[in-house]
């Protein structure tokens, strides 16, 4: 249903979606909006942003997540899950409550080009954004990649789009949400605490198509076990979907390679674009997000020689599977965006050919670990575990490595780490940063911990550079 023309704003949780959504509330203040409230939550306290709001006549309620008053909207920040007691607190309160996402969505007058998956959506996202820029198009990137989408509904209007990266946090909440393009990259395990269940996780993925028709298109990787476990409520009549995988699935709409180029076949007419050699990102998991962004762009209108030209122009991401140089004839890698097992095995096939010693550890998510160990031992040389969760990763790759040809090694933190991977290392090799968990032990998220790994590097760099 469509927002009320006039509304009181509720919001759950004081971080920055939540003070982005105060934020435009009080632009829309009283057009809009005739009141916000910002239920900060039981352990939040004052900051000098939050006073500041306050001084500009939001109202803000610490110390607790028993919400009372009544409310026309709520905006629920991705971090409160839905089956929390805060967040049913405040749905008994409020008239309508949904995520950013969905409020953005309501307010917005632009198309929306929407991206989720377990892993990739980022690098899918920055590069559908990128091509659709490169074909003149009027876009922009927002959504998890860090833009809100709500800080943009008033600049970009109907002609436009929005490339919005969108979290199972943020999609569990959505109802009438509706995309003109929808891209699934793939489903594996991954934030149970806050979805409960595997099962809530991936519905929270596919609730993405649920408004979707024949007039729209969806893209999903037909070779993702994880999401074709689900693919009776994806495959539907009323549904138009492309097919996206390495190999051609012969459907009128498919993203595919063949002899080496990217093709897009919609509507039964193909698109050659750009060779995988000519990419400049490596590994069959690039290749897969490469082909997804070309399906999306070229269903929005993209210009087929822009998106050949866009493909080629496009570089790695800071965080992810971002090249780091050389140091004594060593190449350095870092994946740090990799915070779960299946990144770091996506991450792998972009060396298939090089000798890998591979940094895992940090924060111990708990994932289970024998099919990844088995999966990570014929593909590396060595493995250096560190942070918080090195002695269960250090174990889980003994025990899969019976032929005991995977040197294995463990250092307390990642500086440490990379001290100790150099002295396993030759010319030639590849260290790779591609933890497989998150950073909060040792750094606030992998960002920070990506950028320490690059600036020690740097410092290796320049002891180096005074020794000679």
């Known amino acids: 249903m469509p927002l009320p023309q006039t509304f009181s704003l509720l919001v759950l949780g004081c971080g920055s979606t939540g003070l982005d959504v105060v934020s435009w509330g009080l632009r829309h203040t009283p057009d809009r909006v005739s009141s916000i409230t910002v239920y900060a939550g039981a352990s939040a306290s004052p900051t000098d942003a939050t006073r500041a709001l306050e001084e500009a006549g939001v109202r803000f309620v610490y110390g607790t997540e028993r919400v009372e008053g009544s409310f026309d909207v709520c905006v629920a920040s991705p971090g409160i899950s839905e089956f929390s007691d805060f967040f049913a607190s405040a749905r008994d309160h409020a008239a309508d409550i949904m995520g950013e996402p969905e409020f953005a969505w309501r307010l917005s007058t632009c198309s929306w080009c ?22 003149g198009m009027d876009s922009v990137a927002v959504g998890n990649i860090g833009r809100p989408t ?43 605490a806050w979805h409960r269940t595997h099962e809530n996780y991936a519905l929270a993925k596919i609730g993405l198509f649920a408004n979707m028709d024949r007039d729209d298109l969806i893209i999903v990787d037909v070779e993702d076990e994880g999401i074709m476990a689900y693919a009776d409520r994806i495959f539907t ?19 595919f390679v063949r002899d080496g180029s990217l093709t897009v076949r919609l509507a039964g007419a193909e698109h050659v674009l750009a060779r995988v050699d000519d990419l400049a990102i490596s590994g069959d998991h690039n290749v897969l997000n490469a082909l997804a ?28 599977m971002e090249p780091c140089g050389e140091i004594d004839g060593v190449r350095y890698y870092n994946d740090s965006k990799a915070t779960n097992t299946d990144a770091v095995e996506k991450a792998l096939t972009a060396f298939a050919d090089d000798d890998v010693i591979l940094l895992l ?50 250092a307390d933190d990642l500086r440490d780490a990379v ?16 933890p497989a968990c998150s950073s909060f032990d040792e750094f606030s998220g992998f960002e920070e911990r990506g950028r320490a790994y690059k600036a020690y590097l740097d410092e290796l760099r320049r002891g180096a550079a005074t020794q000679a």
């Open 419 to 434: 001290d100790v991977a150099r002295t396993l290392a030759s010319r030639g090799d590849v260290i790779l940063l591609s």
């Open 361 to 410: 550890g940090g924060h111990d998510k708990g994932t289970p670990l024998e099919g990844f160990a088995a999966y990570v031992c014929p593909r590396v040389r060595a493995v250096v575990c560190y942070g918080e969760a090195r002695g269960r990763f250090r174990r889980a790759i003994e025990d899969a490595d019976r032929s005991g040809e995977v040197d294995i090694a463990e």
């Open 293 to 320: 962004a070309s399906a999306a762009a070229l269903f929005c209108g993209a210009d087929p020689q822009a998106v050949t030209a866009g493909l080629t122009s496009f570089h790695a991401l800071e965080h992810r």
């Open 114 to 135: 929407a991206i989720t998956g377990t892993n990739g959506k980022t690098t899918t996202t920055s590069l559908t954004d990128h091509l659709l820029r490169r074909a």
């Open 150 to 192: 709500i800080d943009e509904v008033d600049r970009f209007g109907p002609g436009s789009w929005f490339v919005a990266e969108l979290s199972s946090y943020q999609l569990a909440t959505t109802r009438e949400l509706h995309p003109r393009v929808a891209i699934l990259m793939n489903i594996t395990p991954d934030h149970l």
């Open 237 to 255: 009549s009323d549904r138009r979907v492309c097919s996206l995988g390495l190999d051609d699935a012969g459907t009128d709409d498919a993203a």
